[in-house]
């Protein structure tokens, strides 16, 4: 059976050991060779990074999120044994582990190191599909030849190289598909290297539960429940057509990946739909001024990103989270796309005026989507508004300013409320 060592990257025959350096870390399969379809999801990633630029936090619980108020962005293994998962409120992550050390997220620091791993990825493949700062999917096929080794020794490689250049560890899935991939990186986590291959699909997956399947979430879980499917083997009983008319397009989903096929290609450039910001208060408000003050930042956020992105957006979307947890959510599609903060914020006050102030409210957003390259944006003047060119103009200046001299040399009178 072949088999690879994951620390000195030895190719050899199955064994216990590496026959070179004599480590345990082996992974060994029979289609180790053959696989190319990759997930790599870093372990922990932003509280990996807070714990190697602060070597004394290593032993400690480290949970990365905003106040007590706020949610759980992830947390360090440590804390997850205390039962600490990512989402988690921060007043219960605190109740299930009262010592750890809560940090702030340090974006600009986490998308620094993200960029470096895509760099490495890159190396091995230019089919590299980012999901979001820490995982990305990546096709290895055809490129033994280049590497003179197959894609599993590279991935192996990958790895070691992130641990060593970077001080961040990752996990890997490999398969035949994009499905598999993603649930084989997190048979194994942290550190982990799982496989699964053709010839083992169906068995592997006939006793596994449908939540592992990525997008069933809380709301289509109950619905599964509610028609008594629980695990892939009760999916694999069910008529195709059946399963379309009672979860629509989803239904064809689960029948394909019920049976393990997934013929969705890596995509090296997957469109970005959507562009968003939102911010939890520490405690609830109805205070006009404060919620016009937070309303604006979301927006200028929202606005930076996409002009960094080169995208604008025709549909503006408002998020409200009111004190009992209700959501309440508005949109407005625009006459032409946007990218501009000023009127971003004019159309989410809008909405928000439309809303009413029914707070209090514990949570606010904004957002742009249907978004567009930004040479299609902020075309037409707007007679009703015939102010909106002049602050355009301001706001490219504004955009100039802080370019030169950094983000907080000039601010709106808003954004300080």
């Given at each position: 059976m072949?088999?690879?060592c994951?620390?000195?990257l030895?190719?050899f025959d199955?064994?216990l ?5 004599r480590?345990?870390?082996?992974v060994a ?6 696989l ?14 807070e ?14 999120g905003?106040?007590?108020?706020g949610?759980?962005s ?16 921060m007043?219960q ?15 600009e ?5 993200s960029?470096q ?8 493949t230019?089919?590299v599909e ?7 999917f990546m ?6 030849r280049l590497h ?7 991935l192996?490689?990958?790895?070691r190289r992130m ?8 996990s ?17 986590k942290?550190r ?14 006939r ?5 592992m ?6 709301a289509?879980q109950?619905a ?12 694999l ?7 379309a ?13 019920a ?24 405690d ?16 200028e956020?929202?606005?930076?990103r ?11 979307t ?13 949109r ?18 809008g909405?928000?005026?439309q ?13 742009l ?8 944006a ?14 355009s ?25």
């Amino acid at each position: 059976m072949p088999a690879l060592c994951r620390d000195c990257l030895t190719e050899f025959d199955h064994g216990l050991r590496c026959p070179a350096c004599r480590s345990p870390r082996i992974v060994a399969h029979d289609e180790l060779w053959q696989l190319s379809i990759a997930h790599m999801d870093c372990d922990a990633f932003y509280a990996s990074v807070e714990k190697r630029d602060a070597p004394e936090l290593a032993d400690k619980p480290v949970i990365i999120g905003g106040g007590r108020r706020g949610v759980v962005s992830t947390a360090c293994y440590v804390a997850r044994i205390r039962g600490v998962r990512s989402a988690m409120p921060m007043f219960q992550a605190l109740k299930l582990c009262p010592d750890a050390v809560v940090l702030k997220p340090r974006m600009e620091v986490y998308a620094e190191v993200s960029r470096q791993i895509r760099a490495m990825m890159q190396e091995l493949t230019p089919a590299v599909e980012p999901l979001s700062l820490d995982e990305a999917f990546m096709d290895l096929t055809g490129t033994a030849r280049l590497h003179g080794h197959p894609p599993a020794t590279m991935l192996a490689r990958l790895v070691r190289r992130m641990k060593d250049e970077l001080g961040v560890t990752g996990s890997i899935g490999l398969s035949h598909n994009k499905f598999l991939a993603k649930v084989a990186s997190d048979l194994d986590k942290p550190r982990g290297f799982a496989v699964i291959g053709l010839a083992e699909t169906d068995a592997f997956l006939r006793d596994k539960p449908v939540r592992m399947i990525w997008g069933v979430g809380q709301a289509t879980q109950s619905a599964l429940d509610a028609a008594g499917i629980r695990t892939f083997n009760d999916l694999l009983r069910w008529d195709r057509r059946d399963l379309a008319e009672r979860f629509g397009s989803m239904g064809d989903r689960l029948w394909t990946l019920a049976r393990g096929q997934d013929s969705r290609r890596v995509l090296a450039n997957a469109p970005i739909k959507s562009i968003s910001n939102e911010t939890t208060f520490d405690d609830d408000t109805h205070d006009p001024d404060v919620l016009d003050g937070h309303l604006w930042r979301m927006c200028e956020k929202v606005a930076d990103r996409a002009k960094a992105r080169g995208l604008a957006g025709r549909v503006v979307t408002l998020k409200l989270k009111r004190a009992d947890f209700t959501l309440i959510s508005r949109r407005h599609a625009l006459r032409d796309a946007t990218q501009m903060a000023d009127r971003l914020y004019r159309e989410a006050r809008g909405l928000f005026d439309q809303v009413g102030n029914k707070g209090p409210y514990r949570l606010i957003g904004a957002g742009l989507s249907d978004l567009v390259p930004a040479a299609d944006a902020d075309r037409s003047t707007d007679l009703l508004d015939p102010d909106a060119d002049r602050r355009s103009r301001a706001e490219r200046a504004t955009d100039a300013i802080r370019a030169r001299f950094g983000k907080d040399a000039i601010k709106k009178g808003r954004a300080l409320r």
